[in-house]
């Protein structure tokens, strides 16, 4: 494996912790149940890797980020059992913990095992010491699971390419977007992974204050020859940013059939319940090919 381009010393720039449960979760995770569904429908064997995976599971205090997520969504009426935001909050109440409101919630990782079954191959990168560890004692246990201290943009590449040869994968890239050079470094990363895997999907999380950076890294990658299609979701105004996102992203490369239909008619359910100012939200979708 490469050595990561951050400081083994460096105090983490990042924590899911501080941000679980809120409306870029509640978009992330949508989108990542229905791709690991589909997937899973077609495929005898599933491979799932998590570049950035984070502590597994998180607490939630009596206020924070997650009441404008999750917190929006618990206790609304499913008007179908059968639609991505009612499977997304029942799987929630399922893993997570909570009654009235939710206190604990699920991390990517605790999702994907929950969608793929206990039989699918986890690899799951996490970089700083301290998460890593409460990584373990959450999914530590599980025969079918990899722990890895480390960036995963690192080492996700060569480890995909291992995968697909006798799984269908799923690559889950969720970085922090703290430092500016994210902005480069992620697109980059995707791009020598998806050039060199045949099949891998691969779902890149962004966040949303401006579309100046996210727009950018589709022009960089667009430019690398990958294709992909976008769904982003905006619950605060662009013209209003502030500490909190305004929104955020997945871009999907090689999505599986029906996933981006599913997620886009998720959008007006998590955009209206979750629009920091009533009837305030939007959505984008847009994609293009390869080279």
Request: one cysteine or more; proline letters at 6%; glycine letters at 8%.
């Amino acid at each position: 494996m490469p050595t990561s381009r951050y400081r083994e010393s460096a105090a983490p720039d990042y924590g899911h912790r501080f941000h679980a449960g809120n409306v870029g979760d509640v978009w992330k995770h949508c989108v990542l149940i229905e791709v690991l569904l589909r997937v899973a429908s077609s495929s005898t064997r599933v491979a799932y890797l998590d570049t950035h995976a984070g502590e597994g599971r998180y607490a939630l205090g009596a206020t924070g980020e997650w009441t404008e997520g999750i917190g929006r969504l618990w206790n609304r009426p499913n008007r179908t059992s059968d639609t991505a935001v009612a499977r997304y909050v029942e799987l929630c109440r399922r893993i997570g913990e909570g009654r009235e409101r939710p206190v604990r919630y699920p991390g990517s990782p605790m999702i994907a095992r929950a969608v793929l079954g206990a039989d699918a191959v986890l690899t799951l990168w996490e970089r700083d010491a301290p998460t890593c560890d409460a990584l373990q004692i959450v999914i530590g246990g599980d025969a079918h699971a990899s722990i890895v201290r480390g960036d995963g943009l690192d080492a996700i590449a060569e480890a995909a390419v291992a995968a697909e040869r006798d799984a269908d994968v799923v690559v889950l890239i969720d970085p922090p977007y703290t430092q500016k050079a994210d902005w480069l470094a992620v697109p980059d990363a995707l791009a020598r992974a998806a050039a060199q895997t045949k099949r891998a999907c691969f779902l890149l999380w962004y966040p949303v204050k401006s579309l100046t950076r996210p727009n950018a890294m589709f022009a960089r990658l667009a430019d690398a020859g990958v294709p992909g299609t976008l769904v982003e979701l905006v619950t605060t105004p662009l013209d209003q940013q502030r500490n909190r996102l305004n929104g955020s992203g997945v871009l999907l490369v090689r999505p599986p059939a029906g996933a981006i239909e599913a997620i886009a008619a998720a959008a007006p359910v998590v955009g209206a319940t979750c629009a920091t100012q009533s009837g305030r939200w939007s959505f984008r979708s847009q994609a293009w090919q390869g080279a």
